[in-house]
């Protein structure tokens, strides 16, 4: 009877290994990354200003699903004041202005 190993070609063992290792180094810079902005990063609080009514196609019922996404604004250590529309929406939670 043959076990699985021997209907295996010889390289495929070292392609696996050698996939799982390029994702593993990946991984680690990402994390290496991601540590280092958070390091470097400065806490603050922000404040809800507005909000950004954006319909989200939805092709089984058009036009879409109405998303609401935050204006968000807040003042830097050096009094610069920062405004944005947050990348991330809601279609049944809505932030309220001033939160």
Do not use: H
Request: proline share 8%; aromatic share 12%.
């Amino acid at each position: 009877m043959d076990r699985m190993g021997d209907t295996l070609p010889r390289y495929v063992p070292l392609v696996l290994t050698t996939i799982g290792c390029v994702l593993l180094m990946g991984s680690y810079l990402w994390f290496y990354s991601t540590k280092q902005f958070i390091e470097q990063s400065i806490l603050t609080t922000g404040t809800v200003v507005a909000l950004v009514e954006e319909y989200v196609p939805d092709p089984v019922d058009p036009p879409g699903t109405l998303n609401y996404y935050p204006v968000v604004e807040f003042i830097t250590s050096n009094n610069e004041i920062i405004r944005f529309k947050s990348s991330t929406g809601s279609s049944w939670s809505r932030p309220r202005i001033g939160q």
